[in-house]
C-alpha cells in the first residue's frame, strides 16, 4: 500500500527469493521485493511475480517485517470508480525485444545484450555493482561493438518501419562512460545515419568520435557465430574500400529501439482512443497532446518515440491544458502545509548530526560508508552520526527530523549528493524539526567522491572523510536566515507572435490571466508564415489564420505588434517591462514572462545564392511551390544540397528540420510533376521518429539520396550545356568511388535554422543566458527545460532551439503549464542567501554594479556618499559582486568568508 510505505527496504533485506541468474533476468530487479521511485514519495516497495506467497502461498515474511502494515499479502483486487474531468494518459514504452527477430543472437549468445542491459551494467545498482562484465566468463570485455536500429527503420517482419529517435545519442553517451571505466577499451558503432538532431547532440556525438579507439562504420550487420571456448561474437558488414568483413568483439550491444506500451491495445479500447499504424496515440498535428476523445490528453513517449526533455515538457504541457478545462477547481483541494514554530538555537553551542548516505550503491560501492560515520563521530560538535541506505527516502527524512528533535541538534549534515536536486528536501527535514533552514549543510561524496574515484575506494572514503570535515566545520558557522514572500501579479508577458508564442498566450489566458503579447513584426505568424503544409498534411496557414483570430477575439489577450522592448526591470511575481510600438510608449507590470522570439533562416553565401535566382533556400521553395511557380515545378532535374551553413566550424549543430522539410518539398514536387529527377545531397538523413516513414516514402517515388562526405562538399558551377543554362552540381558518391554530376534546372539549399538578429538584446533585457550556439539556455536541460535561471521567465518554440510544428506546440503548452505554476499562487518565496553591503567598507566605484548580471545592485546617495545598495528580490547569490568587491563591503550571506575559510582550514589542518 504505497499510501503507508516509507521505502525503508526492510522488506528488501528479508525477502529470501533470489533469481537464478540476475544479469540475464528483468535486470532492474534482483528480488521478489524491490524498490521504485514514486511521484507522490521517493521510494516505494513492490512485489512482482516471483514472489513465493503469490506462487504457492508460502512465505510471508516481508508481511511481518513491515514496520508500517503497508503489505498485506492477501489483499484482494478492488474496483474503485473515481470521477474526474479530465485524464492524462503517460503510459511510456516498451524497448524492443530482439528476440522477436532472432537473427542478432540474443537470449542464445550470452555477450550479446541489449543497450537497456549494458544501461545497467553501467550502473553502480547494477548487477556488477557498476562493474563491466561479461556474462559468460565474468571478465571485463576490451573489444566492445554497438549495433544501431536494432527494431527500427526497417520494414521486415517483427521490426518496426519509424526511427525510435533516441538511440544515436544513448549509445554516444555509453560510449563515453565505457572509455570512463577503461580507457583502453576499443568501442565500434555500426550505424546507418547518426542522427544527433537535438541541442548539444552535434557536439556530443563529435566528442564521442574523437575519443581514442573508437570507430564509427556506416554499414549493416549481421551476427554470424559465437566462439565456442571464449564465447566472442563474430560480426560480418561491409566497407566501402574491403568489401565484406568478419570481425570479432569480445561483447556486442544490440541498440534496440523504443516501441509502444505492451498493453496499448486494451489501453485505447478503455479509454476510447485512437491510435496510429505503429501503435502510439493518434497525434493531432495541431495539438499533439490531444487525443481523438475530448478530455483525454497524452503526454511522453506514447505520443512517439521522445527524448527526456520532451518527456518532460510534455507532462507540463498536457498538465496546461487540463488546466483549461478545470480552472474553476483550482485551489480548491489543496491544503496547507504547516511547520512547528521555529526556535532559536543561535546562541547554543553546535550541536551537530552526520547522516551519511549509500544512495543504493553509488555510494556505498566505492565510499565505506560506516568508517565515514564512525570519523564523523570523532569531529568536533558532532554528537550524532549514522548511516542511511537513501536518505532521500520518505523514512529516511522523517528519521533526521525525528532525531534532529530527540538528540536536540541544531546543526545537520547530510553527506550525499549534489544539493542541487534534493538541498531543499532535507532542508524541509529541519524546518519540521523546528530548526532554521539554513541550518543545513549538504557534502557532496557522490558527485564529488565516489563517482569520480569508482576505482580508488580507499583514496575515495579518505575523500569522503575529507569532504564531512569540511562540511562540519562550515555548518558549526551557518547563521539563521529568513526568506520573505513576494505578491504575485497575475498577469504574464510573451514576447514573440509566432505559434509558439501565441499558443503559449492562449492557454495562459485561458485559464482566467491576462497576457501581453508583443511582436516585433507587423503580423502575428513569425517563421509559420513562411509554411504552408506539413508532413503530417496540416495545412498550415489555415490553422495560422484560426490561431490569430483566437488570439485577437480572446479579451484577456492584449497584442502589440510593431513593438521594440526598451527596458525590462522586476523580478519573480513583479516585472515591468517597456515597450515602444504601433500604440507609442507602454509599460506593462506582469508576473512571468515568456520568450518565443523564434528564429532566422541562414542566408548563404555558397553556392551562387543570391547570385543566380535558381538558387534558393528550402523555405523560399515551398513558398515557389504553394504559388505554382512553374520554373520550379515544371522543372527536369532538382537538386537539393542538406547542412547548408551548420554542422561546420561556424555553427556546429544540427538544425534538426531541414532533412524532413527537404522530403516534405519533394514528395510534394513528386504529386505536382512525378517525371521531375530529384537528388537530395546528404551527410545523414535525420528523419527522426515518424518522418522515416516519409523519407521512405520519398526513395519508393525515385528521389535519389546521395550521401557526401563534409571533407568533400558538392561543388555547383553555372555552365552551357547542349544550348542551355544549367547549374551544374558535382558530388562524390562515397560507397560507389565517383564523382556524379548533375545538371540542375532548380538548386534548393536547406540552410541552417540560426538565432533570431535580436536573441542577445532580448537575453540582456530579461538577464537570461545563451548556449554557446546563441539559442537560449534552459536552467536544466532534463529537470527545467522551459524555464530560465532567472526565475520567474519561461522559453519555448524555436528560440530554444530548431524544432517542427507539433514540437514547438508542446513545449509552448509546457512553459504555459509553468507560468500557471507561478500565477497560480499570491505569493512567492525568496531566497534569504543574498548580498549585503556594509556601508562603512564601501567606498562607491560600481565594482558589484558592473558585476551583477541581474541588475540587483544599484548605488543610493548618503551622508557619505554614494554607497551601494542590494535588492535582495532581484539579488540570486551568485557572489560575483562580493568577490569584485576591493574592500570587503559585499558578503553573501549563507556563504561568508567565515564559513568559507572554515571549510579551507578544516580542509588544510596544520599544513
Given at each position: 500500500?504505497?499510501?503507508?510505505?516509507?521505502?525503508?527496504?526492510?522488506?528488501?533485506?528479508?525477502?529470501?527469493?533470489?533469481?537464478?541468474?540476475?544479469?540475464?533476468?528483468?535486470?532492474?530487479?534482483?528480488?521478489?521485493?524491490?524498490?521504485?521511485?514514486?511521484?507522490?514519495?521517493?521510494?516505494?516497495?513492490?512485489?512482482?511475480?516471483?514472489?513465493?506467497?503469490?506462487?504457492?502461498?508460502?512465505?510471508?515474511?516481508?508481511?511481518?517485517?513491515?514496520?508500517?502494515?503497508?503489505?498485506?499479502?492477501?489483499?484482494?483486487?478492488?474496483?474503485?470508480?473515481?470521477?474526474?474531468?479530465?485524464?492524462?494518459?503517460?503510459?511510456?514504452?516498451?524497448?524492443?525485444?530482439?528476440?522477436?527477430?532472432?537473427?542478432?543472437?540474443y537470449g542464445k549468445m550470452q555477450n550479446v545484450v541489449t543497450s537497456m542491459d549494458y544501461e545497467r551494467l553501467l550502473c553502480a545498482t547494477g548487477p556488477y555493482e557498476g562493474e563491466i562484465l561479461r556474462a559468460s566468463d565474468r571478465k571485463h570485455p576490451h573489444k566492445i561493438a554497438w549495433i544501431q536500429c536494432v527494431g527500427s527503420r526497417r520494414v521486415t517482419a517483427g521490426d518496426n518501419s519509424y526511427c525510435s529517435s533516441v538511440c544515436c545519442t544513448y549509445t554516444q553517451k555509453q560510449v563515453i562512460l565505457t572509455k570512463d571505466h577503461d580507457a583502453e577499451a576499443e568501442c565500434t558503432i555500426f550505424h546507418n545515419d547518426i542522427r544527433s538532431y537535438g541541442k548539444d547532440f552535434e557536439r556530443f556525438y563529435e566528442r564521442t568520435e574523437k575519443l581514442p579507439g573508437v570507430r564509427f562504420i556506416r554499414s549493416y550487420v549481421s551476427v554470424v557465430r559465437e566462439t565456442q571456448d571464449n564465447k566472442n561474437v563474430t560480426l560480418r558488414y561491409a566497407t566501402p574500400g574491403d568489401g565484406v568483413k568478419e570481425e570479432e568483439f569480445d561483447m556486442v550491444v544490440l541498440s534496440v529501439g523504443l516501441t509502444p506500451p505492451a498493453d496499448y491495445k486494451d489501453l485505447a479500447d478503455k479509454f476510447g482512443i485512437e491510435l496510429n499504424s505503429h501503435g502510439f496515440c493518434k497525434a493531432i498535428p495541431s495539438n499533439p497532446m490531444e487525443t481523438t476523445r475530448p478530455g483525454i490528453f497524452v503526454s511522453g513517449a506514447f505520443q512517439g518515440p521522445m527524448d527526456i526533455p520532451e518527456s518532460v515538457f510534455t507532462a507540463s504541457g498536457a498538465g496546461s491544458q487540463c488546466g483549461e478545462l478545470l480552472d474553476y477547481r483550482r485551489g480548491k483541494l489543496t491544503k496547507e502545509r504547516i511547520y512547528p514554530p521555529e526556535r532559536d538555537v543561535s546562541k547554543e553551542e553546535p550541536r551537530v548530526g552526520v547522516f551519511v548516505c549509500h544512495c543504493g550503491?553509488?555510494?556505498?560501492?566505492?565510499?565505506?560508508?560506516?568508517?565515514?560515520?564512525?570519523?564523523?563521530?570523532?569531529?568536533?560538535?558532532?554528537?550524532?552520526?549514522?548511516?542511511?541506505?537513501?536518505?532521500?527516502?520518505?523514512?529516511?527524512?522523517?528519521?533526521?527530523?525525528?532525531?534532529?528533535?530527540?538528540?536536540?541538534?541544531?546543526?545537520?549534515?547530510?553527506?550525499?549528493?549534489?544539493?542541487?536536486?534534493?538541498?531543499?528536501?532535507?532542508?524541509?527535514?529541519?524546518?519540521?524539526?523546528?530548526?532554521?533552514?539554513?541550518?543545513?549543510?549538504?557534502?557532496?561524496?557522490?558527485?564529488?567522491?565516489?563517482?569520480?574515484?569508482?576505482?580508488?575506494?580507499?583514496?575515495?572514503?579518505?575523500?569522503?572523510?575529507?569532504?564531512?570535515?569540511?562540511?562540519?566545520?562550515?555548518?558549526?558557522?551557518?547563521?539563521?536566515?529568513?526568506?520573505?514572500?513576494?505578491?504575485?501579479?497575475?498577469?504574464?508577458?510573451?514576447?514573440?507572435?509566432?505559434?509558439?508564442?501565441?499558443?503559449?498566450?492562449?492557454?495562459?489566458?485561458?485559464?482566467?490571466?491576462?497576457?501581453?503579447?508583443?511582436?516585433?513584426?507587423?503580423?502575428?505568424?513569425?517563421?509559420?508564415?513562411?509554411?504552408?503544409?506539413?508532413?503530417?498534411?496540416?495545412?498550415?496557414?489555415?490553422?495560422?489564420?484560426?490561431?490569430?483570430?483566437?488570439?485577437?477575439?480572446?479579451?484577456?489577450?492584449?497584442?502589440?505588434?510593431?513593438?521594440?522592448?526598451?527596458?525590462?526591470?522586476?523580478?519573480?511575481?513583479?516585472?515591468?517591462?517597456?515597450?515602444?510600438?504601433?500604440?507609442?510608449?507602454?509599460?506593462?507590470?506582469?508576473?512571468?514572462?515568456?520568450?518565443?522570439?523564434?528564429?532566422?533562416?541562414?542566408?548563404?553565401?555558397?553556392?551562387?545564392?543570391?547570385?543566380?535566382?535558381?538558387?534558393?533556400?528550402?523555405?523560399?521553395?515551398?513558398?515557389?511551390?504553394?504559388?505554382?511557380?512553374?520554373?520550379?515545378?515544371?522543372?527536369?532535374?532538382?537538386?537539393?544540397?542538406?547542412?547548408?551553413?551548420?554542422?561546420?566550424?561556424?555553427?556546429?549543430?544540427?538544425?534538426?528540420?531541414?532533412?524532413?522539410?527537404?522530403?516534405?518539398?519533394?514528395?510534394?514536387?513528386?504529386?505536382?510533376?512525378?517525371?521531375?529527377?530529384?537528388?537530395?545531397?546528404?551527410?545523414?538523413?535525420?528523419?527522426?521518429?515518424?518522418?522515416?516513414?516519409?523519407?521512405?516514402?520519398?526513395?519508393?517515388?525515385?528521389?535519389?539520396?546521395?550521401?557526401?562526405?563534409?571533407?568533400?562538399?558538392?561543388?555547383?558551377?553555372?555552365?552551357?550545356?547542349?544550348?542551355?543554362?544549367?547549374?551544374?552540381?558535382?558530388?562524390?558518391?562515397?560507397?560507389?568511388?565517383?564523382?556524379?554530376?548533375?545538371?540542375?534546372?532548380?538548386?534548393?539549399?536547406?540552410?541552417?535554422?540560426?538565432?533570431?538578429?535580436?536573441?542577445?538584446?532580448?537575453?540582456?533585457?530579461?538577464?537570461?543566458?545563451?548556449?554557446?550556439?546563441?539559442?537560449?539556455?534552459?536552467?536544466?536541460?532534463?529537470?527545467?527545460?522551459?524555464?530560465?535561471?532567472?526565475?520567474?521567465?519561461?522559453?519555448?518554440?524555436?528560440?530554444?532551439?530548431?524544432?517542427?510544428?507539433?514540437?514547438?506546440?508542446?513545449?509552448?503548452?509546457?512553459?504555459?503549464?509553468?507560468?500557471?505554476?507561478?500565477?497560480?499562487?499570491?505569493?512567492?518565496?525568496?531566497?534569504?542567501?543574498?548580498?549585503?553591503?556594509?556601508?562603512?567598507?564601501?567606498?562607491?566605484?560600481?565594482?558589484?554594479?558592473?558585476?551583477?548580471?541581474?541588475?540587483?545592485?544599484?548605488?543610493?546617495?548618503?551622508?557619505?556618499?554614494?554607497?551601494?545598495?542590494?535588492?535582495?528580490?532581484?539579488?540570486?547569490?551568485?557572489?560575483?559582486?562580493?568577490?569584485?568587491?576591493?574592500?570587503?563591503?559585499?558578503?553573501?550571506?549563507?556563504?561568508?568568508?567565515?564559513?568559507?575559510?572554515?571549510?579551507?582550514?578544516?580542509?588544510?589542518?596544520?599544513?
Amino acid at each position: 500500500m504505497e499510501d503507508k510505505c516509507t521505502g525503508c527496504t526492510t522488506c528488501v533485506e528479508y525477502c529470501p527469493v533470489k533469481y537464478p541468474d540476475q544479469f540475464n533476468q528483468e535486470i532492474s530487479k534482483n528480488k521478489a521485493v524491490h524498490i521504485y521511485f514514486a511521484q507522490a514519495i521517493p521510494l516505494v516497495a513492490y512485489i512482482d511475480e516471483s514472489c513465493l506467497y503469490l506462487k504457492e502461498k508460502k512465505c510471508r515474511i516481508c508481511e511481518g517485517v513491515c514496520k508500517n502494515d503497508a503489505i498485506d499479502l492477501q489483499q484482494m483486487p478492488e474496483k474503485m470508480e473515481i470521477k474526474v474531468g479530465a485524464i492524462i494518459l503517460s503510459p511510456g514504452l516498451e524497448p524492443f525485444n530482439p528476440k522477436v527477430r532472432g537473427d542478432y543472437g540474443y537470449g542464445k549468445m550470452q555477450n550479446v545484450v541489449t543497450s537497456m542491459d549494458y544501461e545497467r551494467l553501467l550502473c553502480a545498482t547494477g548487477p556488477y555493482e557498476g562493474e563491466i562484465l561479461r556474462a559468460s566468463d565474468r571478465k571485463h570485455p576490451h573489444k566492445i561493438a554497438w549495433i544501431q536500429c536494432v527494431g527500427s527503420r526497417r520494414v521486415t517482419a517483427g521490426d518496426n518501419s519509424y526511427c525510435s529517435s533516441v538511440c544515436c545519442t544513448y549509445t554516444q553517451k555509453q560510449v563515453i562512460l565505457t572509455k570512463d571505466h577503461d580507457a583502453e577499451a576499443e568501442c565500434t558503432i555500426f550505424h546507418n545515419d547518426i542522427r544527433s538532431y537535438g541541442k548539444d547532440f552535434e557536439r556530443f556525438y563529435e566528442r564521442t568520435e574523437k575519443l581514442p579507439g573508437v570507430r564509427f562504420i556506416r554499414s549493416y550487420v549481421s551476427v554470424v557465430r559465437e566462439t565456442q571456448d571464449n564465447k566472442n561474437v563474430t560480426l560480418r558488414y561491409a566497407t566501402p574500400g574491403d568489401g565484406v568483413k568478419e570481425e570479432e568483439f569480445d561483447m556486442v550491444v544490440l541498440s534496440v529501439g523504443l516501441t509502444p506500451p505492451a498493453d496499448y491495445k486494451d489501453l485505447a479500447d478503455k479509454f476510447g482512443i485512437e491510435l496510429n499504424s505503429h501503435g502510439f496515440c493518434k497525434a493531432i498535428p495541431s495539438n499533439p497532446m490531444e487525443t481523438t476523445r475530448p478530455g483525454i490528453f497524452v503526454s511522453g513517449a506514447f505520443q512517439g518515440p521522445m527524448d527526456i526533455p520532451e518527456s518532460v515538457f510534455t507532462a507540463s504541457g498536457a498538465g496546461s491544458q487540463c488546466g483549461e478545462l478545470l480552472d474553476y477547481r483550482r485551489g480548491k483541494l489543496t491544503k496547507e502545509r504547516i511547520y512547528p514554530p521555529e526556535r532559536d538555537v543561535s546562541k547554543e553551542e553546535p550541536r551537530v548530526g552526520v547522516f551519511v548516505c549509500h544512495c543504493g550503491a553509488n555510494i556505498g560501492r566505492v565510499v565505506n560508508v560506516p568508517s565515514a560515520v564512525e570519523y564523523s563521530l570523532t569531529l568536533p560538535n558532532v554528537v550524532h552520526a549514522q548511516e542511511q541506505l537513501f536518505s532521500c527516502a520518505t523514512n529516511s527524512a522523517k528519521e533526521i527530523t525525528d532525531i534532529t528533535k530527540e538528540k536536540g541538534l541544531n546543526r545537520v549534515v547530510v553527506a550525499a549528493c549534489s544539493p542541487r536536486t534534493l538541498e531543499p528536501l532535507f532542508r524541509d527535514t529541519l524546518r519540521e524539526a523546528g530548526i532554521n533552514q539554513y541550518y543545513y549543510e549538504m557534502a557532496n561524496i557522490r558527485e564529488h567522491c565516489s563517482w569520480v574515484h569508482s576505482k580508488e575506494k580507499e583514496e575515495a572514503t579518505q575523500k569522503a572523510k575529507d569532504i564531512i570535515r569540511m562540511s562540519v566545520a562550515r555548518a558549526c558557522q551557518l547563521k539563521p536566515l529568513q526568506e520573505f514572500e513576494l505578491p504575485v501579479d497575475k498577469r504574464a508577458l510573451v514576447v514573440g507572435g509566432g505559434i509558439a508564442g501565441m499558443t503559449c498566450a492562449l492557454s495562459i489566458v485561458n485559464q482566467g490571466h491576462e497576457v501581453f503579447l508583443v511582436e516585433k513584426d507587423t503580423d502575428l505568424g513569425g517563421t509559420a508564415r513562411k509554411l504552408h503544409y506539413t508532413l503530417e498534411g496540416l495545412d498550415v496557414q489555415a490553422y495560422l489564420r484560426d490561431l490569430v483570430r483566437k488570439v485577437y477575439q480572446h479579451p484577456l489577450v492584449h497584442v502589440y505588434t510593431d513593438a521594440t522592448i526598451t527596458e525590462a526591470t522586476g523580478y519573480v511575481g513583479n516585472f515591468v517591462t517597456r515597450l515602444m510600438s504601433e500604440r507609442g510608449i507602454t509599460e506593462i507590470k506582469h508576473g512571468a514572462a515568456v520568450i518565443a522570439v523564434g528564429a532566422d533562416v541562414y542566408k548563404p553565401t555558397e553556392y551562387l545564392y543570391g547570385r543566380d535566382d535558381r538558387v534558393m533556400t528550402h523555405l523560399e521553395l515551398e513558398e515557389r511551390i504553394a504559388e505554382r511557380d512553374e520554373k520550379v515545378i515544371g522543372s527536369q532535374n532538382l537538386v537539393m544540397i542538406q547542412c547548408v551553413g551548420c554542422r561546420n566550424e561556424d555553427r556546429n549543430y544540427c538544425s534538426r528540420v531541414c532533412c524532413s522539410e527537404s522530403v516534405k518539398n519533394a514528395l510534394k514536387l513528386k504529386e505536382i510533376n512525378p517525371g521531375m529527377d530529384i537528388y537530395i545531397l546528404f551527410r545523414d538523413m535525420r528523419t527522426y521518429g515518424f518522418t522515416e516513414d516519409y523519407y521512405r516514402e520519398a526513395s519508393s517515388k525515385e528521389v535519389k539520396f546521395i550521401r557526401y562526405e563534409p571533407q568533400d562538399k558538392p561543388q555547383v558551377e553555372n555552365v552551357d550545356a547542349d544550348g542551355r543554362r544549367v547549374l551544374r552540381v558535382a558530388v562524390t558518391d562515397p560507397i560507389l568511388g565517383k564523382r556524379l554530376v548533375v545538371d540542375a534546372d532548380t538548386l534548393v539549399l536547406a540552410a541552417a535554422v540560426i538565432p533570431s538578429a535580436g536573441t542577445r538584446e532580448v537575453a540582456g533585457l530579461f538577464k537570461v543566458s545563451l548556449g554557446p550556439d546563441g539559442f537560449f539556455k534552459e536552467a536544466h536541460v532534463k529537470l527545467r527545460p522551459v524555464e530560465f535561471a532567472t526565475d520567474g521567465v519561461y522559453l519555448c518554440g524555436i528560440a530554444h532551439y530548431p524544432k517542427h510544428i507539433p514540437e514547438a506546440i508542446n513545449q509552448a503548452y509546457g512553459a504555459a503549464g509553468r507560468v500557471l505554476t507561478l500565477l497560480s499562487h499570491d505569493t512567492v518565496t525568496a531566497s534569504g542567501s543574498v548580498c549585503d553591503v556594509n556601508e562603512s567598507k564601501c567606498m562607491g566605484c560600481g565594482a558589484c554594479i558592473s558585476a551583477c548580471t541581474y541588475g540587483a545592485i544599484e548605488f543610493r546617495e548618503t551622508r557619505q556618499g554614494k554607497k551601494a545598495l542590494v535588492n535582495p528580490v532581484l539579488c540570486k547569490g551568485d557572489g560575483l559582486c562580493n568577490a569584485k568587491c576591493p574592500t570587503g563591503a559585499i558578503s553573501l550571506k549563507h556563504f561568508t568568508d567565515e564559513e568559507i575559510l572554515s571549510q579551507i582550514d578544516a580542509a588544510v589542518g596544520d599544513v
